[in-house]
């Protein structure tokens, strides 16, 4: 790999300082992500004889880092996430003073590899759809009146995203307007 080098101070506007290999960039990225994490409700079944409860959750947070690597319109990336929900309680309860559901969360820590497409929305812009499949370990706590419930279990899990990458920095960067 080459690595374009200028001085600091003596850098013309249309230079720009990236790693190559021969005329092509190396395309590899690192970054840290925030967002938003639209959870499905749940079904719970509080013991082996009772029927099982709905329970509504509230959009969170994510939170995490992606490393990967692009060519012209592919990627594939490692993406290492957390989420965090809240739990409203019981799918169609009304609240009142003698409820028996409290509180509760539910916490996920995600590993997983993901590929997709890009698709060029401009100059400074692209679109990113995409897939991934990797490990999941899932914590759940409610809190009852008397009582509180803890889970937690890994699993397989998937995604699907579609994301917006803005260039503006590089050209903030590279000193352009």
Same mark, same amino acid.
């Given at each position: 790999n080459e690595r374009s080098f200028v001085p600091v101070g003596k850098k013309r506007t249309e230079e720009k300082i990236s790693l190559t290999r021969g005329n092509e960039k190396v395309?590899?990225? #690192?970054? &840290?992500?925030?967002?938003?994490? /639209? *959870?499905? !409700?749940f079904a719970w079944? &509080?013991? *082996?004889?009772?029927? *099982?409860?709905k329970m509504q959750q509230s959009s969170g947070f994510s939170y995490g880092i992606i490393s990967g690597k692009s060519? !012209?319109?592919?990627?594939v990336e490692f993406d290492l996430g957390y989420l965090q929900n809240e739990i409203n309680g019981f799918e169609g309860e009304v609240?009142? &003073?003698?409820?028996?559901?409290?509180d509760g969360h539910t916490? #996920?820590?995600? +590993?997983?590899?993901?590929? $997709?497409?890009?698709? !060029?929305?401009?100059? +400074?812009?692209?679109?990113?759809? $995409?897939?991934?499949l990797g490990l999941s370990h899932q914590k759940i706590l409610m809190d009852w009146v008397g009582s509180t419930m803890k889970e937690? !279990?890994? *699993?397989?899990?998937?995604? /699907? /995203?579609?994301?917006?990458?803005f260039k503006g920095w590089e050209a903030f960067i590279d000193g352009q307007p």
């Open positions: 395309g590899f990225y #690192l970054l &840290p992500f925030i967002g938003i994490n /639209f *959870a499905e !409700d079944t &509080p013991s *082996a004889s009772a029927s *099982a409860k060519w !012209d319109n592919i990627f609240v009142t &003073p003698f409820n028996m559901f409290k916490r #996920l820590l995600k +590993l997983h590899i993901n590929t $997709g497409l890009s698709i !060029d929305l401009g100059e +400074l812009a692209q679109l990113h759809l $995409g897939g991934g937690e !279990d890994s *699993a397989l899990g998937h995604q /699907f /995203f579609s994301e917006i990458h």
